[in-house]
């Protein structure tokens, strides 16, 4: 009886684990596919951090933010609905032998704020996250042994397209958001946000302290300085000086949108801010930007004109790289720079566009969905595309989940249809023989 009780909470144990590791794995791997430009620009951080900042120009950082969105959430599906569990499982385990030590550097060093393990959606600390990892670690070492003990809410017939469906699925939802803009927009930057509401800071708050060190070296031995004791020897030599963090306080949501016109080097933040209506064309890099929607964004810029609306385009790139992209597109709208780090924030996509109505974001376009003349048939207010966008966060995570449980229920649902029916055959023959037999 005992040996009975144990075998029943190790069962119960297990399963505990592996829906644990399920929903984490589901989640985490969803959020990157929903934003994979965040888990590029998250890998580069690391690349830098590592030193290998040469990396981040070609195409492995997109490549490593695709395969981590992908096995992550076909991980978390295998071990939904118990298939592959033997695979499953020694992935899992593997999968946490690399990022708990990976995290634990993290913290001791910390190089970057946030790993960006479940990207602008959930924010831990390095400390945080490296505990959360021990967890999954534990959690992942008692499926990997007792994998076995896993009950499957599919027949061994049908995992084969429940685990084919999983991943399609995710490979193509990383595709669209990839093309095209996240589905989920965690970032203050999101269709509805109120700019100029995030950049106030409420009266009577306690703001953050920083503090700039320098360093500086002499003999070849580098030391530290602050303003209080910075050095009057001119023998030191400067080497670098970083801001550091020494009290927290409040921080308002967006605090670095700054523009500033590429013509006259005036702040037009405040211009563009309170205009009724505005387009910026968003480009961190013209260098690098897509140039094949030029003709699109020529017919928006020339309907702002029409209709009075600002328009601008906002990069971080140099005034000679502003100057060859003009050469080659015969780009006549206006120019302006922003910091590039916002600009990356603010959309997904380069370039992208953005549209806002008295500093309210209405509407953004990444570059393959820029709007057509069709869509720009007249005033903006009084067109569907010059009013914020009414679906709502439930919306989509109710759409999300009929698209991703919707086949799969219906496959579950077929495969115990066929069950059923497999059984009655089994049956129907054995009732025939008694039925001869008592007539014999």
Known sequence: MENKYIHRAVYAGVNVCRFLLAIVFLFSGFIKANDPMGTVYKVQDYFEAWGMAGWNSGFV??????????????????????????????????????????????????????????????????????????????????????????????????????????????????????????????????????????????????????????????????????IDNFPTDSTWKFVESKTVLKEKGYEPPIKDFVIVSNEDGFDITDEILNSDYAFLLVSPWL????????????????????????????????????????????????????DEITLKTIIRSNPGLLLLKDGVVIRKWSNFSFPDEYQLSGPLDELPIGQIDENTFWTKVTEMLVWFFGPLILFIFIDLLWLSIRRRKKVVPVSKHNNNEKKN
């Open 61 to 226: 950082p997109y490549l490593i933010a695709w395969i981590m969105a992908i096995v992550e959430f076909t991980l978390g599906s295998y071990l939904l609905f118990g298939i592959r569990r033997r695979l499953a499982s020694v992935s899992c385990l593997l999968f946490m032998l690399v990022m708990t030590p990976l995290t634990l550097w993290l913290a001791v060093a910390n190089p970057i704020s946030d790993c960006g393990c479940f990207g602008d959606a959930v924010h831990l600390s390095n400390w945080d996250t490296f505990w959360k990892n021990v967890v999954l670690l534990l959690a992942s070492i008692v499926v990997f042994f007792r994998n076995r003990s896993i009950f499957k809410l599919v027949t061994d017939k049908m995992d084969w397209l429940v685990a084919m469906y999983s991943t399609v699925f995710i490979f193509l939802f990383t595709y669209f958001t990839l093309s095209h803009l996240p589905v989920f927009d965690f970032r203050p930057y999101r269709i509805g946000a109120d700019i100029k509401a995030g950049m106030e800071i409420p009266e009577g708050v306690k703001l953050p302290v920083y503090e700039t060190i320098f360093t500086y070296q002499k003999d070849g031995v580098q030391k530290e300085f602050t």
């Open 287 to 338: 260098e690098n930007a897509d140039d094949s929607s030029m003709d699109l964004i020529n017919e928006v810029y020339d309907y702002s004109l029409d209709h009075g609306y600002k328009f601008y385009c906002v990069t971080a790139s140099s005034d000679e790289a502003i100057a060859r992209w003009q050469d080659y597109t015969g780009a006549e709208y206006p120019f302006a720079t922003m």
